[in-house]
């Protein structure tokens, strides 16, 4: 069985940091994209960055200069570091993984259950 948790959500003030990590565990023979979703009340589910196993970056134009994402291959981690936040980025943040198990030929994409961020304005 393999899951993603994240921690790292919490309270903050408006300009304020949050770093978010999603840690992958399980029989896990490779991990291709990681990503970072968030879904606010009464909102789609949206993309707000992803990166590649090589370290390649994409970022959603709302989080671009204020968002980082990288990721740790060895430890099967993900992060997401969110400066100069907005009381607009307040939302639930998931994390998903495009990763192939031991003893499978195919990827299959896993969700963690979500962290809570909020920015208080």
């Known amino acids: 069985q393999v899951q993603l948790v994240e921690s790292g959500g919490g309270l903050v003030q408006a300009g304020g940091s949050l770093r978010l990590s999603c840690a992958a565990s399980?029989?896990?023979?490779?991990?291709?994209?990681m990503r970072w979703y968030r879904q606010a009340p009464g909102k789609q589910r949206e993309l707000v960055a992803a990166i590649t196993s090589g370290g390649s970056t994409n970022y959603a134009d709302s989080v671009k200069g204020r968002f980082t994402i990288s990721r740790d291959n060895a430890r099967n981690t993900v992060y997401l570091q969110m400066n100069s936040l907005k009381a607009e980025d307040t939302a639930v943040y998931y994390c998903n993984a495009d990763l192939q198990r031991v003893g499978e030929r195919f990827l299959f994409m896993c969700w963690g259950q979500g962290t809570q961020v909020t920015v208080s304005s």
């Open positions: 399980g029989s896990i023979f490779s991990i291709n994209y």
